[in-house]
């Protein structure tokens, strides 16, 4: 059993030997690994936060260069044109073709303003009315159904509202009110069924967010529950709505095939909400593609596009305004 | 008036507006699939449209917007993964961090109609591709991505601390812990999420307009050359989508059945929103269950 090596080492020896040797080797080679940072790891590390961050950094670049380019094409219309800015802003002739051509965009920027007002005037106490009903009356119920429907109008195209819009909508207000139709009322309503799931969605969450005990402060003193949506829950949820009406004037605003379809686009004044009018959106959309880059025509549409541009930029800064004095009420 | 009687008056009214919005949304959507239902048939769905005759199809347009849905989340997921990662895990607080913040709240207020312009100057004129599949898709990446910048960061920040804690406890660098424990945890939300932004890119046309273009090469669907300017695949040729398509029929008005084109495709278009919205939810909890084994 006992066989001896050429050394004068047992077998056991021998194996004792080299493991101990092995587990050295094994502990230098731990302790070094150990001791020293990952190579591997800390490369992993450095060009992963590497990539997210530029990842980050492209939303920075991608609205700054939206702002310069829309900028420098929608400014030569006043610095290359030399149309005066006072003349675009007020101007009530839109005759980028006659001669001399005629630059004023006022009517567009009035149709722009009226149909926003119009759809959230009809949007919001319908919007903030269905929120009231899912968190105050009928939680089980709205939860369920009006939730889902909600979402489910976010998700329809605009092209299939203004669809709609067309075929039912203007053909009913030509038959009701006998004029021609698409009109300053159309734009209107279809916004308004546009924007009511944003107001609705804003609302609820504000109207969430008001605490419980205050309602029950109100019942406890014997306010009905009409009197504590009133004078407490929309009290204390009012930047919120206020916010959800913005958010949705926002998107009224900027929305353009929608309202291009029932509008009826014409550069002429308004004199009833049945008239026809135009919009900065549905300008842009009907004449972009048939104008010539670099020409006058084709810049003044840039403007308009600026315009659209600052007003987005300005509903954010009211968005931010009442954002703080939500912070502040808490 | 009493207070009671008020109060019965307001519930009312409150419940009115409820019932009005659900009859208005019913009213919608039932008007949108009946007229639409008899026309989609495998032929209207398959043929090509037909500018001067009734009787065409949207078959290139139901295409041309799967692909460019497609080419638009090759592009934006991983962008908006990479910032969502960033703002939730990596972004101090300080000024740059609010000013990407401020950045993502303009991008996602712009109107889209900006944004195609903006699309037009940059994509179209200035890389000279002209109007393309390949422009479109990056319009709308600009449009989607405030979007998917927020769900991937708000799944991210959902994950419970322990985990990532238990992870670094084991040793495991950050930008492992993201890869291996976070991003995993959060797949659900935003699977979720992307869906439904899914949704949102497929039925968008303003952006499309002067991006990927009003008119639609005649494809040949058995050309994979991606050179080929006949090629469906090739993502440089112009190409015309479903939503694009309705606002073309109607606003030009050459083809003689433009009503039936438009209820066809408006259904279209509908059934894929429905289908995008029902999809989400079913997947992201199927989803949420398979990985978390939590039942809810």
Redesign the interface.
């Known amino acids: 059993m006992n066989r001896q090596g050429s050394d004068g080492m047992t077998m056991i020896e021998k194996n004792v030997g080299r493991q101990q040797h092995r587990l050295a080797r094994d502990k230098s080679y731990l302790q070094s690994k150990l001791l020293k940072p990952?190579k591997k790891?800390?490369l992993?590390?450095f060009?992963?936060?590497a990539?997210?961050?530029?990842?980050?950094a492209?939303?920075?670049i991608?609205?700054i260069?939206?702002i310069y380019?829309?900028a420098s094409?929608g400014l030569s219309t006043f610095f290359v044109n030399q149309v005066s800015i006072v003349d675009f802003l007020t101007g009530l002739k839109w005759d980028p073709e006659g001669e001399p051509a005629l630059f004023g965009a006022f009517s567009f920027i009035l149709g722009s303003f009226l149909v926003t007002v119009l759809a959230a005037l009809v949007a919001a106490?319908?919007g903030i009315?269905?929120a009231?009903?899912?968190n105050e009356?009928?939680p089980t119920f709205?939860k369920k159904?009006?939730k889902p429907?909600?979402?489910?109008?976010v998700?329809?195209?605009?092209?299939?509202y203004?669809?709609?819009g067309?075929?039912?909508l203007v053909p009913f207000i030509r038959e009701r009110f006998e004029v021609l139709g698409f009109s300053l009322l159309a734009g209107g309503l279809v916004l308004a069924?546009m924007i009511?799931p944003t107001i609705?969605s804003v609302a609820t969450d504000a109207i969430e967010a008001v605490p419980q005990d205050m309602r029950n402060a109100a019942r406890a003193l014997g306010a009905?529950?009409?009197?504590t949506?009133?004078h407490v829950v929309l009290h204390g949820a009012l930047p919120g709505c206020l916010t959800a009406i913005v958010?949705g004037m926002?998107?009224a605003?900027?929305?353009?095939?929608a309202v291009?379809?029932v509008i009826g686009n014409t550069s002429k004044l308004p004199e009833s909400i049945f008239d026809p009018i135009s919009t900065l959106?549905s300008a842009?959309?009907l004449n972009?593609?048939n104008t010539i880059?670099g020409t006058a025509y084709n810049n003044a549409l840039?403007s308009l596009?600026l315009l659209?541009?600052l007003m987005?930029?300005f509903?954010?800064m009211i968005?931010r305004i009442l954002g703080r004095k939500k912070l502040d009420n808490r | 008036m009493r207070a009671k009687t008020i109060d019965r008056i307001a519930t009312y009214v409150l419940t009115g507006i409820a019932v009005l919005i659900i009859a208005v949304l019913v009213g919608l959507l039932g008007f949108i699939l009946t007229n639409g239902w008899h026309k989609l048939t495998f032929d209207f769905i398959t043929s090509p449209p037909d500018l001067l005759k009734a009787g065409g199809g949207v078959g290139p347009q139901l295409f041309n917007s799967l692909y460019l849905l497609v080419l638009t989340m090759l592009i934006s997921l991983p962008l908006g993964l990479g910032a969502g990662i960033y703002m939730a895990e990596y972004a101090p607080n300080n000024r740059i961090t609010q000013s990407i913040r401020l950045c993502i709240e303009v991008l996602s207020s712009l109107p889209s109609i900006v944004v195609g312009l903006f699309g037009l100057l940059v994509f179209v004129t200035m890389t000279g591709w002209g109007y393309s599949l390949m422009s479109g898709a990056l319009a709308l990446t600009v449009f989607n991505l405030p979007l998917l910048v927020r769900i991937s960061e708000d799944a991210i920040r959902n994950v419970p601390k322990s985990q990532k804690e238990a992870s670094f406890a084991l040793g495991i660098s950050k930008w492992r812990t993201v890869v291996t424990v976070l991003l995993p945890a959060a797949l659900p939300g935003i699977v979720t999420g992307a869906i439904l932004a899914s949704g949102r890119v497929f039925g968008e046309a303003a952006a499309l307009l002067f991006t990927a273009g009003m008119s639609s090469p005649d494809l040949i669907f058995h050309d994979f050359n991606l050179d080929s300017p006949t090629s469906p695949l090739n993502p440089f040729r112009p190409a015309e989508t479903l939503a694009v398509h309705i606002w073309k029929v109607n606003t030009e008005g050459l083809t003689p059945d433009a009503r039936d084109v438009a209820d066809g495709a408006a259904a279209i278009l509908v059934l894929a929103v429905l289908l995008f919205n029902l999809g989400a939810r079913w997947f992201g909890t199927w989803l949420f269950k398979k990985m978390t084994s939590v039942t809810r």
């Not at chain 1, 990539?51 to 980050?56: L, P």
């Not at chain 1, 429907?149 to 109008?153: A, G, H, P, R, Y």
């Not at chain 1, 998700?155 to 299939?160: A, E, L, M, T």
């Open positions: 990952n790891q800390s992993e590390n060009f992963g936060k990539i997210a961050m530029s990842c980050a492209l939303l920075l991608a609205v260069s939206i380019f829309i094409k106490p319908l009315g269905a009231i009903f899912m009356i009928y709205g159904f009006v429907v909600i979402e489910l109008l998700g329809i195209p605009s092209v299939v203004g669809y709609v067309l075929t039912v069924l009511l609705t009905t529950r009409w009197q949506i009133w958010l926002a998107r605003f900027g929305e353009a095939l291009q379809m959106t842009i959309t972009m593609g880059q840039w596009a659209l541009l987005s930029l509903f954010i968005l």
